[in-house]
């Protein structure tokens, strides 16, 4: 029997990966496991995991394992919370009661008025693009100078359970020289 008979399976297999070669590789394929397990993730996930990839193919393994740890905690964030907020969750089903503290009669909100923590954001800020509008509108029939009209809303951290919720609105306007904050 000579050396041309022995095949080449019989050859032992020689690893010539590093330990932390094989630590990234570990790290990659259970961060790709996880995309199966956990659905959508945010898109910082996914770039993250290329980068990582194609560092580690270009031998930057520190770099590399940086990317992977970052994309663990995304994977831990979204994992805790179920949005894409690191740390911070929309309170969801809540009902909170807003009423407006405005004389302004065509606003809406006049009496308290139950909302869902999905809904209040979005009707909020139509309530207080109302109050603009209405003043606006008004001060163009009265020739009156705008300076400036907009709204901003107010929200609340609530950073022991992390979440947060919409607390209210106020429009500032500005006009004829005279300041108009109306809140809800």
Partial sequence: MGPESISKASYPQLNTSTPKENQIERKLTRLKQTIGQQGKLSPRFYTLLNEAETLRDRGNLGLAERKLKEAEKIVEDENINGNFLPGIEVTYGVTRTY???????????????????????VRVAGH?????????????????????????????????????????????????????????
Avoid: C
Avoid at 157 to 178: C, L, N, S
């Fill in 99 to 121: 009423k407006d503290s405005s004389d302004d009669v065509g606003a809406t909100f006049q009496h308290p008025t139950p909302m869902n923590e999905l809904e209040a954001p």
């Fill in 128 to 184: 207080e693009r109302g109050h603009v509008i209405r003043a606006v509108a008004k001060a163009l029939v009265n020739r009156r100078e705008i300076e400036h009209a907009y709204f901003v809303m107010k929200w609340r951290v609530d950073w022991e359970h992390h979440k947060f919720y919409t607390v209210g609105g106020e429009a500032r306007m500005k006009i004829g020289g005279q300041r108009l904050d109306l809140k809800v």
